[in-house]
């Protein structure tokens, strides 16, 4: 009996190792080519591998239904991307808020000044809305104020950007457009904003973060929030911050409580979901 426990116990030991080598796989949204892609996350996901003494590899996702699909699965172990997504793995996966980017996200839904036939989102139902195609969260936040999917606005899909959008809405694709309020104020200039009316507002939602899976145990997830807080974690993420937070410091702590709800951007609203 001796005999059988040691050789058990060996056996534990043996494996543990195994276990702990698991590789973790880290993401993002489809929002660049594969190069772009390995280029801004690799080596995050280097120093994600230095501070956990595991292999982390970054996964480029060829498209956004390879994504979604992937998300639902709960193929991935960290992620960064928007807060419905995030809220999503939450709420569903067992995913852990660890940080995001300072700041929130919102978004504004516009039209001409002079256009005398839309003043309220009630106004948009049937007329046609440039936007980033759904899942793209300026979009979606736009279509949670039209909860019954026949009385919404037609979703002109642009890609390219918030400049593309708003290119397309002056070529006269569509009635009305969004863009992110940040965009509206900082890069639209006074005779832009001038020729314009806001027509609704979406709620301030947390910025773009970083969640953790349960492949993680609880202190390896603590301490990965506190690297990526570290001065060396902030530029291990420097490629992240200058593509979408050029003036912030750094990432900054947060919580599955801070992201709770914003799944229902999704569900019941993209197929699949």
């Not at 969260?137 to 736009?142: A, I, K």
């Not at 979703?155 to 309020?181: I, L, N, P, Q, S």
């Not at 003036?247 to 709800?261: L, P, R, S």
Request: contains cysteine.
């Amino acid at each position: 009996m001796k005999a059988r426990i040691l050789l058990l116990t060996l056996g534990i030991a043996w494996l543990q190792p195994l276990f702990a080598a698991e590789t973790l796989i880290m993401t993002a949204p489809p929002r660049e080519s594969q190069a772009a892609g390995e280029e801004q996350y690799a080596v995050t996901a280097e120093y994600i591998s230095e501070v956990l003494d595991r292999p982390v590899e970054y996964e480029y996702s060829r498209d956004w239904l390879h994504y979604q699909r992937h998300i639902r699965n709960g193929t991935y172990d960290i992620v960064f991307d928007g807060p419905h997504f995030a809220s999503w793995r939450v709420a569903h996966v067992g995913h852990e808020m660890l940080v995001r980017l300072p700041g929130n996200l919102q978004f504004h839904l516009l039209t001409a000044a002079d256009n005398q036939a839309i003043d309220s989102p009630e106004d948009m139902i049937g007329k046609t809305s440039c936007g980033i195609s759904p899942p793209n969260l300026s979009t979606l936040s736009v279509l949670a104020r039209f909860r019954n999917p026949v009385r919404q606005p037609v979703v002109h899909g642009v890609k390219g950007g918030m400049g593309a959008v708003y290119k397309a809405f002056k070529k006269r694709e569509c009635d009305a457009f969004v863009v992110r309020t940040s965009f509206y104020q900082n890069v639209m200039n006074e005779e832009d904003r001038q020729e314009l009316k806001i027509v609704y507002t979406s709620d301030a939602m947390p910025n773009q973060s970083i969640s953790a899976s349960d492949r993680l145990t609880p202190e390896e997830r603590a301490k990965l929030r506190d690297a990526l807080l570290s001065e060396a974690g902030t530029e291990a993420l420097r490629p992240a911050l200058n593509r979408f937070a050029k003036k912030a410091k750094g990432f900054i702590a947060t919580n599955n409580d801070e992201f709770e709800g914003y799944n229902t951007l999704l569900e019941g609203v993209i197929f699949g979901w």
